[in-house]
T-cell receptor
Framework: KQEVTQIPAALSVPEGENLVLNCSFT??????LQWFRQDPGKGLTSLLL?????REQTSGRLNASLDKSSGRSTLYIAASQPGDSATYLC??????????FGAGTILRVKS | NAGVTQTPKFQVLKTGQSMTLQCAQD?????MSWYRQDPGMGLRLIHY???????DQGEVPNGYNVSRSTTEDFPLRLLSAAPSQTSVYFC?????????????FGQGTRLTVV
């Protein structure tokens, strides 16, 4: 059974810092990995999708990497801003078309 | 640009009542699914569908029913609401059945069962 773990559970950083969020998964047989952002009381917004054949994806200040063999992904946020404060969720798509989610990392960027 | 639309946004039910959570997508996606989100537990899959007329159970299906009569709609029915079903419910859709595409989520339905 696929299990996804996100570390840390919560993170507080001053504005301007670069930061890394971690995601690990137990079964390396995945189709893709997706990072989402969730604001309080809101739905999930897709940030980056990495296919199993890819090593990384970039969008603006966000960079996500994937090491399928070791079951790890990282989300790198450059020059963090207070507007980046949210919960970040990692999800892997594997057998049966199912998305398995981690519990998320709550990020707070202090101004 | 509707994407995935869920209704209602908020609902309070009494124990034993039934209701239907609506989900509609306008992207012609084959794959649709329902998740519930509980504090500290991430999102867990309730039911999913790979196309009209085809549904299957996810990780936590008990107490819920689904049907898929059209490509666009995937309603979730609570048969007899229980306090343990208090949660935030999300509907998602994705094109293609191989799991190789991006998933899109609705804004969620916050359900409280008293």
């Amino acid at each position: 059974k696929q299990e996804v773990t996100q570390i840390p559970a919560a993170l507080s950083v001053p504005e301007g810092e670069n930061l890394v969020l971690n995601c690990s998964f137990t079964d390396s047989a995945i189709y893709n990995l997706q990072w989402f952002r969730q604001d309080p009381g809101k739905g999930l917004t897709s940030l980056l999708l990495i296919q199993s054949s890819q090593r990384e994806q970039t969008s603006g200040r966000l960079n996500a990497s994937l090491d399928k063999s070791s079951g790890r992904s990282t989300l790198y946020i450059a020059a963090s801003q207070p507007g980046d404060s949210a919960t970040y969720l990692c999800a892997v798509s594997s057998s049966g078309n199912k998305l398995v989610f981690g519990a998320g990392t709550i990020l707070r960027v202090k101004s | 640009n509707a994407g995935v639309t869920q209704t209602p946004k908020f609902q309070v039910l009494k124990t034993g009542q039934s209701m239907t959570l609506q989900c509609a997508q306008d992207m012609n996606h084959e794959y649709m699914s329902w998740y519930r989100q509980d504090p500290g537990m991430g999102l867990r899959l309730i039911h999913y569908s790979v196309g009209a007329g085809i549904t299957d159970q996810g990780e936590v299906p008990n107490g819920y029913n689904v049907s898929r009569s059209t490509t666009e709609d995937f309603p979730l029915r609570l048969l007899s609401a229980a306090p343990s079903q208090t949660s935030v419910y999300f509907c998602a859709s994705r094109s293609h059945n191989t799991g190789n595409t991006e998933a899109f989520f609705g804004q969620g339905t916050r359900l409280t069962v008293v």
